[in-house]
């Protein structure tokens, strides 16, 4: 039993043990569903319905997901934390307007991109690693430092900015881009 | 490192725009690469993933750092723990079978109590023979 969590005792729906994992566990479902609706800029003010969505899909199909829990492989704090964000993120995303006023859109988001030969997408594989992927995601994307990106992915910083200049010379020679 | 030029972020950008869609990966390896527990090989697919999905990304990161848990009201773990229902255990089926008994019980002495009501008041409705009462010949009266 990892954690206080009677794994086995909630996949025979088990009540006392539901009620108890239940107890032991809102305030990190809770924790994870108000963060990631701060993050989006939302209110949390569903975060209580959100939080019955997390309990019914743990119960969903049977306990599958509990069934198929290995607390060998990450800590049922994480795994219950990242299985509320991929609920509250899935919320989000159906909640999104998919379609927006013509007049809101900006000049830029309306102009018809140059004709680029409508040749299907063909990136060869491999061209950058999922470590180099990764990178230029946080570099680019979240405009995060080298440092905190070398400890979050336990390397060394110079190693980001070598993975970075590998990776920039890859994407200059396959779109034939030359450095500046 | 200075500062990613435009020039580069339009390159990063159009490979982005350029890769294929992915599945979302499985949520156990997603909270096993959260807890840095997969192997440099294991961690492949996972950081490919996470680098197409920016929101992934954010999950992950996030969860690295967790905040306290968040105080929360009975009413929700309440209606959580709704979400599996009580069991008909032993002492519960125990209790149904002694009202069940009781009530068996019940509806046999009332069935009995009315038949004997019943057979009494049957035995009103008879004729009465009046020689009996009389002990002999009714004409003896005159």
Known sequence: MADGFEQSKLASGDKPAWDRFVARFAGVVQSAIQATLRRAGRDTGDAADLSQDVFTRLCRNDFHLIRHYDPARASVSTWLSLVARSVTLDALRRRQPRTSALDDAPEAALAVPPNEGNQPIRLPPGLLSPRQELILTMLYDRDMDPADIAAELHIDPQTVRSQHHKALTKLRAHYGDTPP | MTAPSDRDRALWQRYRRDQPALP?????????????????????????????????????????????????????????????????????????????AALVLVCVSGFQAGYSVGGRANDLNQPIELASWTGGDADGLD
């Not at chain 2, 959260?34 to 996972?46: C, G, H, N, P, Y």
């Not at chain 2, 009580?86 to 149904?96: H, I, T």
């Open chain 2, 24 to 100: 979302p990966p499985d949520m156990l390896d997603l909270a096993a690469y959260a807890d840095r527990r997969l192997t440099e090989a294991q961690s492949d697919q996972i950081e490919r993933s996470l680098a197409r999905d920016p929101a992934l990304l954010e999950a992950v990161l996030a969860t690295r750092q967790p905040e306290p848990a968040a105080p929360i009201s009975l009413a929700i773990i309440r209606r959580a723990q709704g979400l599996v229902p009580a069991p008909v255990g032993p002492r519960r089926l125990a209790s149904w079978a002694s009202i069940a």
